[in-house]
């Protein structure tokens, strides 16, 4: 039920492209809507970078236009803000407009993607730094993705900092056969490799392995493995190449964030073995749960918040193709494991559905007629 009395703009990046944070966003805007009236700026650029120049003229002109959109589309009395932005934007126009917000009496709430907040603000400048302290001290709340941010911030920033997870819903009722523990055969064993295409979430690491399982003559073990997602600019050309090469690995092109639980039902292993300097909750881990499928990932940075080795799944060290390929050939060789590891991820998905999570910030926020 929508609440008339309350408005909330929502700051954040709309697709496309179709990758974590706008898939975040949208859901989260989505959600919102069924509880309060909303107003959306779109702080997109829509074209997929590895990194943003926070200091050429072009990132500035769109700051300059979500500026201006944040002051036409402000709703007035009895509205709040949340941004949700890169860690990058947050240190920049992220700190324009929680001052404005403040000049105008309008409490303003921050949802950083990602999971490395605090090493970023370690290693800031000076100049920078105090800019990004200012920015999450005059936030009214700050909500962050992962332990290890809020257990960082916790001393600076008190009651106003809170750990919130990724989330995601699935719009569609799982098949039957993923509702309990799923029925798995002895055929071959599908593998998904699904998020954006490029060489820190680990794509050439997957496949090394899958061409060191394919190299092997005493190995008999059958299994295919799928890649799905937008390809990043710089590693186009040498992705296509090595998928050429690889006799049982295929791309198959961009998957919609509405598809992607359903897509998984078709998959046995979710792949992910990246090393992404910024990786926080991948959303393709809690989609894994909801499609009732297990996971093979790295441990790294903070991916061990949903991933319990040997519980839900299994992690790897990042870059090592060796213990990659172990993992998958476990699970291929061992459908009582496989069965037992997507049960119990299957069984996590309640703690990151966004239809959960969300009535708490916004109750934070201060929708309390929820």
Known sequence: MTSNNRRILLIGPLSPPSVGPTVAFELFRNE????????????????????????????????????????????GQQCCVIVFCSYGFLNTIGVLIIAYCKLIHTPCYVRPFAGSLHHYYENRPRVARLALTYALRNAR?????????????????????????????????????????????????????????????????LLDSLAAINSNPESPTQLVCDFVGPIHADDKENFLKRIRQTSNAYYKGVVSHHEMVRTMCNYDVLVLPTYHAGEGHPGVLIEA???????????????????????????????????????????????????????NNYSLRRKYDCANLVPEILQLCGITDI
């Not at 799982?174 to 979430?201: H, W, Y």
């Open 32 to 75: 919102t809507r069924k509880y309060v009236d909303v107003k959306t700026v779109d702080i997109c650029a829509h074209q997929l970078k590895k990194e943003t120049r926070w200091f050429a003229w072009s990132t500035w002109l769109h700051g300059i236009r979500v500026l201006v959109d944040l002051v036409r589309r402000l709703p």
């Open 141 to 205: 709340g700050v909500f962050v993705q992962t332990k290890a941010i809020y257990d960082y911030f916790k001393p600076m920033l008190g009651e106003a900092v809170h750990y919130f997870p990724n989330c995601r819903r699935s719009d569609e009722p799982m098949p039957p056969a993923r509702e309990t523990a799923q029925a798995i055969d002895v055929g071959p064993l599908k593998l998904l490799f699904a998020g954006a295409i490029r060489s820190d979430k680990g794509v050439f690491t």
């Open 289 to 343: 749960m909801f499609a009732g499928i297990t996971a093979v990932a790295s441990s790294h940075a903070s991916i061990s918040d949903l991933i319990t080795d040997g519980e839900n799944g299994l992690l790897v060290p990042p870059q090592n193709v060796s213990k990659l390929t172990v993992a998958i050939l476990t699970l291929a060789d061992n459908r009582d494991l496989l069965r037992r590891l997507s049960a």
